[in-house]
């Protein structure tokens, strides 16, 4: 399929400071957009980027029905723009669609939407240290009516924007004793919009504490670490770093799945196996747990500084070279195509 | 506050067969609008059914955050327009809203609204028997920005749809055993968007196996009967109408409550209580299930046909002088300002 391309008359870039970006909140000129009318995805092109109109009876408005995803394209010095894994944010998009009754979109309509856009706005990303292009599809209901059930019609859209660091300063958690994110048999592997304003209430009362996240725990017990808001944790005792196997429940990250990679070909002891609340905080106590971190495409990998409990709050130690920031350099070395990529995580566009 | 009324160029009534009306697939010439804008709710204004108009960062598209409620407007042979305990939908949309993080909106500004799009729109109420005009509020985030946290700026609208029933025909329903509607901890409780969008694909499942609705278990162990996916479920064994309590993963009914309190009236034994899938199926195998039925706004009263578990089809007797029918005829008397109404539930416009 053919994408059209319409250009804006004039780009906006010169109102952007790439000095000073926040995280999504300035957009690039354009998006690619494409259609799910009659029965087929259609119509890809790449527009400017602007306002969509919807009937009020559309289903994204009264149902959730909708998707997204989350990756980041970078710029190398030689300006060559590359992506990271992106094959699997497409591939996770349509694991998302299936659950949530959307129409798969097919990979290389995906991919060739993605790279026309990214090439048509390659001035928008940044080269400065720390910042990237975040890159926003999404795919929401845009048929109509009030029975509830499926729509018959959809939108893709790719949105990007110039982003700086997700967290600002140092992050702190909160365990969760009573809020939940997800069921069993739930949502909670997809990236259902809706998953995601279920965490607003738990996380302004953390941040009224606080803190800057929480760390969610099983539904039923709340005695098991799942994973944080937009990100995956890792817990290091003593030299073996231990994450949760995902489940039904919770997202397979990418940058999760590339850090258990890393940890095997670097040799780092790793487990991933169900991890208790008691165990964490034991481990606490007796300084046998060095590290904690969330691992997303936004967050990066984001060193945890402490974490709340039951009234109480743990410190976690600062420590040289932990494993935070080992894995930390390792991707950005992959992301940035300035260190070796064995896997070919990084595909240049 | 003063509403606005900016009134529809020519009506589009002569189009629409009220003697066909489906399920809200068909609006009316008006709808209510109001903007949470600078920290409170504003411009409130009756206008033209018609598009919205959105930036392609609006949380809506993103993170799910959408509340609804669904309610009825009736005309008695009078002319009079009625509505049915609005004040306690106006008030679980507050409760929807603080769950999602959502700013409530003020029960006056509510009612006066909705009664004066009433007005407006009076001849789009319908009078023909087992139709009524299906009255749907929604709030949603049109806050900008990729970060997921609540947004700063939301939309109330309020349309309204001349509907006829919500099932065609027989309902069966389907059992749950590996899928769950929502979590302890979660938004079940909450007419939350995305907990709709969640129910499709197991839904979808149910439907090609040849029933209509799922119900829900808990996503624990998926030994206690919760709610269906529209509609909370009743269960009469012998002479008794048992209902599951309500919980923070069920959605507090309106017509559920109702029904309670026309039991007590009419001396109908009932209990609210916990009851196991395995009562239901042993009572079924016994001959003791004499009545299962769902009930919700949309819904009404809808006699379940039968009920498929672990591969096995039980079929529920057809009996006369069911709580069904009783139920249903009390409450559409009330509705439709027909019947003596002890509680004062119906509202005049
Ligand atoms: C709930 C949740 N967990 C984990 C992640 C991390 O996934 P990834 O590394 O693929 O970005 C994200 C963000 O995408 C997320 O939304
Ligand atoms: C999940 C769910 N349960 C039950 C109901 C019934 O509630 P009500 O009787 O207030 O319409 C509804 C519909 O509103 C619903 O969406």
């Known amino acids: 399929m053919d994408i059209k391309i319409q250009p804006i008359k004039e780009s906006k870039i010169s109102q952007v400071d790439f000095n000073d970006l926040k995280f999504g909140s300035v957009f690039s000129d354009h998006m690619f957009v494409c259609d799910y009318v009659d ?12 306002p969509i109109t919807l009937d009020p009876s559309a289903k994204i408005f009264h149902y959730g029905q909708s998707i997204f995803e989350g990756m980041k394209a970078y ?9 990271f894994r992106p094959l699997d944010n497409c591939k996770r998009l349509n694991i998302s669609a299936k659950r949530m009754v ?12 993605l790279k026309e856009l990214l090439k048509v706005d390659n001035a928008w990303i940044p080269t400065n240290e720390g910042s990237s292009l975040y890159i926003r599809p999404f795919m929401f209901a845009t048929g109509e009516g009030f029975h509830a059930s499926p729509a018959d019609e959809y939108k893709l859209i790719i949105c990007t924007a110039p982003s700086g660091a997700y967290f600002s300063g140092k992050v702190t958690v909160l365990i969760e004793e009573k809020y939940a994110r997800s069921a069993n048999g739930g949502v909670g ?17 953390a941040i009224d504490k606080g803190y ?5 725990t099983d539904d039923n017990t709340h005695e098991y670490i799942e994973e944080a808001g ?3 944790v890792f817990i290091r005792i003593n030299d073996t770093l231990i994450t949760s196997p995902t489940s039904d429940r919770i997202l397979d990250g990418i940058t999760r799945k590339s850090i258990l990679q890393l940890a095997e070909d670097n040799k780092i002891p790793f487990e991933v196996r169900k991890i208790t609340v008691k165990e964490v905080v034991e481990a606490a106590k007796s300084g046998e747990l060095k590290e904690m971190f969330g691992a997303g495409t936004a967050a990066v990998i984001s060193p945890i500084a402490g974490f ?3 009234e109480t709050d743990y410190d976690l130690p600062e420590i040289e070279n932990s494993y935070a920031s080992i894995f930390k350099e390792k991707l950005l070395n992959i992301q940035y195509n300035r260190g070796e990529d064995i896997h070919n995580w990084s595909v240049k566009v």
Do not use: H, R
Not at 39 to 50: A, C, R
Not at 102 to 113: C, S, T
Not at 199 to 204: A, E, G, I, V, W
């Open 230 to 232: 937009a990100m995956n």
């Open 102 to 113: 959307i129409p798969e979109i097919p990979e290389d309509l995906f991919m060739k939407g």
């Open 75 to 83: 710029k190398d010095t030689e300006g060559n723009i590359l992506l």
């Open 308 to 310: 709340g409990y039951k």
């Open 212 to 216: 800057n996240q929480v760390v969610w």
């Open 189 to 205: 592997f997809a990236k259902a919009g809706g998953n995601y304003a279920a965490q607003f209430y738990p996380t302004q009362l």
């Open 39 to 50: 029965g087929k995805w259609q119509n890809p092109s790449i527009v400017p980027y602007g």
